[in-house]
């Protein structure tokens, strides 16, 4: 774990200065600023201290949550190869570990997602560009930019892209459901 960064982060969640948290935690700023920057390691005593100010306890501090990125660049996504669409990636690289797996998923045109058999769980769109026909069941309805659709998964569904042009659509599943690689 990255001691330095994670109070860091803290801090700037706090809205204190080094100057601030030090005077509050009884230190120097330049103790702060070393501590930070992982230049000096700390005491157990002067660590709680230091977290007392920040509003966290040591458990949270060194907890698995505490430690896991929550915010992804975009050089993190993952892409799929998954046969039938352009594009397929996996916004957050372990999103198969979560509780909900976002996709950016991008159709030419005619390219489509499913049909996908009934299955335990909920799915989540919305269109940022293009339009797609979404089918649950027997029904169907166009879904232009700016529009969205959630669904149980409880019946046969698919989403095709009827457009000239890509669609692209943010997709969540609850609970994940990784694709099948080179199938539709």
Known sequence: ???????????????????????????????????ESDKSSVSLETLVQVLTVLGESLTTFFSEDAQMPFVFKKKDRVTLDVTGREKHELLIPSSAMKEMEP????????E??????????????????????????????????????????????????????AARILVVNWPPQLPQMGGT
Request: charged residues 25%; contains cysteine.
């Open 1 to 35: 774990m990255n001691v330095g960064k994670h109070i860091r982060e803290l801090r700037l969640a706090n809205e204190l200065t080094q100057s601030e948290l030090a005077r509050r935690a009884g230190l120097t700023k330049g103790f702060i600023s070393l501590l």
């Open 103 to 110: 996709s950016l998923v991008t159709l030419s045109p005619d």
């Open 112 to 165: 489509r997602i499913g049909p996908d058999s009934p299955h335990f769980g909920e799915e989540f769109g919305y269109v940022i560009q293009g339009q797609v026909q979404v089918t649950l069941g027997k029904r169907s309805a166009t879904a232009r930019v700016g529009d969205c659709f959630s669904f149980r998964a409880d019946k046969e569904h698919s989403i095709l892209n009827r457009g000239r042009s």
